[in-house]
């Protein structure tokens, strides 16, 4: 059954209130002038790096090494991340030439 205007407005309404409160919140429990707890201080240099390395075993979890490519475009996708990053350490340019030499692989060179 389709939503009325009246349903849509108030998701709209309460999913805008809910990502200005993410992002609000922490400012106005941390102020500038006020330095933040230890533990939160820690935790967001902690954080990030913990972050990819979940998303990294995340998305390489259910790679079938005993099948053909074995895992190939993965491995050299990774090798690839690895050195760009470790050549410029730009984050977003490892990322991105990253996901586009995946690319490559997995649709011009390890066709299934």
Request: aromatic letters at 8%.
């Amino acid at each position: 059954m389709p939503l009325t205007p009246l349903q849509i407005i108030l998701t709209i309404v309460a999913v805008a209130l809910g990502a200005m409160a993410t992002r609000f919140t922490p400012f106005l429990l941390f102020p500038e002038e006020k330095r933040a707890p230890e533990l939160v201080v820690y935790l967001g240099k902690v954080l990030p790096p913990v972050m990819m390395g979940l998303l990294t075993v995340y998305c390489l979890k259910d790679i079938p090494i005993q099948a053909n490519p074995h895992g190939l475009p993965e491995l050299i996708s990774i090798a690839f991340i690895v050195a760009i990053h470790t050549w410029r350490r730009n984050v977003l340019l490892s990322i991105g030439s990253g996901t586009l030499l995946y690319m490559l692989l997995v649709q011009q060179v390890f066709i299934s």
